[in-house]
Structure formats: C-alpha cells, structure tokens
C-alpha cells in the first residue's frame, strides 16, 4: 500500500459512488488495512481529495506550447470537458482545494501562457482565463446534472412540462423547445461549442 494505491482505489469509489464515498474507513476497507493504517500513507482525507484533484487534471492533455493561443485554448476547453464528464464528481472539488498538486497548477499555467504568449497582457490574461474556465467548469457541472440522458427521456419531460403549463404563459420557452430542442438530432453536448466560440471571440476582443 502506498499513496499512488491510496488514490487509484479513491478514484475508482468516487467515480463509482460520488465523492461522498470516499472516506478514510471506506479506504480502509478497500484496501483491505485498518483506516488508522493509511495515516502512514497520507495525512488524512483533505490529502486524499487533494490527490485526486491532481489525478484528475494530469489526465487532461495539454496543448503544445506552439500552437496558436486560440487553438491551443479550445483544445484545452473540449479537452477539460472530456476528462470532467469522466469524473463528474471533480468539478466542484477544482476550484476548492487550497493546496494544488503540479498537474493543477499546470493545467492553470497552460491556459495563462497561451494568453500571454498570444498577445493578451496580464490583466487581459487574467480575466480571459477565469472567463474560460467559469463556463467550461459550469457548462460540464449542468451538464452532468442534466434530468436526462438521451432524447426519449427529454422528449418525455417536456412534454410533461408544457401539458402542465399554458403556452401564453411562456411563449419564447415553448417556442424554442418545440422548433429547437425536440427537434430530431438535437443534443445539449453540442451547445458547448457555440458557447466556447461566443466566450473565445469575446476574450479576444481584450487582446
């Protein structure tokens, strides 16, 4: 046992169970040792999510360093989609943690040079990044709490919504349901790319 097992077996329980699984007994259990055990291993669950914060960014593929800033941002966009929508329990740990790993803080340093070496200035880089990163974490954390999962179930729901309501009461919802969203092909994974086009031109306007 070691913290590299301590973390693989985290993993697998947080992406099995959700984050609220995994606690110093269930790991314990888990890797077959006494909770009071892995105290020689990691200093207690704070290191744990800590670790697995950094598990989770080292899996996201970071663009290379000579490609152009807004390719390299859209990649490293899509690509933090991916890995996220893998571990969906993670989004909401990135940003909370107080004590990031190297892949963390690599992944922030990635999108930074790719400002600044674009021709963004601090300040510009500064906000261009935290914009960036509010809708792609956003976008995936209302993405992997969607009410469902395929287009059946989506047809289900809204039509169970607008039998519910009057239209009159919600022309332009009702609207955009029917002549968008129940339409054959209609996917909400799709919108992250007009939204990450709409947040890249607007960026680049502080450039």
Request: hydrophobic share 45%; charged share 20%; glycine share 8%.
């Amino acid at each position: 046992m070691d913290r590299e097992r301590t973390l693989a077996v985290a993993l697998a329980v947080a992406d099995a169970e959700g984050i609220g699984a995994v606690t110093m007994r269930r790991l314990g259990r888990e890797l077959g040792v006494e909770a009071a055990s892995l105290y020689h291993h990691v200093n207690g669950k704070d290191q744990i999510l800590d670790g697995l914060v950094d598990v989770v960014a080292a899996e996201i593929e970071l663009p290379d360093r000579s490609t152009e800033w807004r390719e390299a941002i859209s990649q490293r966009a899509h690509r933090t989609r991916t890995v996220l929508l893998r571990h969906p329990w993670a989004v909401s740990l990135m940003a909370s943690r107080n004590t990031p790993g190297p892949a963390t803080l690599g992944l922030l340093e990635s999108g930074i040079r790719s400002f600044r070496e674009g021709g963004f200035s601090i300040p510009a880089a500064a906000h261009a990044i935290s914009t960036l990163d509010s809708y792609v974490h956003g976008f995936v954390l209302q993405e992997a709490n969607l009410p469902f999962r395929d287009a059946s179930q989506l047809a289900t729901m809204t039509t169970a919504i607008m039998e519910a309501f009057p239209a009159a009461a919600f022309p332009y919802l009702f609207e955009l349901t029917v002549e968008h969203v129940l339409q054959p092909g209609y996917d909400y994974g799709k919108e992250f790319e007009s939204g990450l086009t709409l947040v890249l031109d607007g960026v680049a306007t502080l450039r």
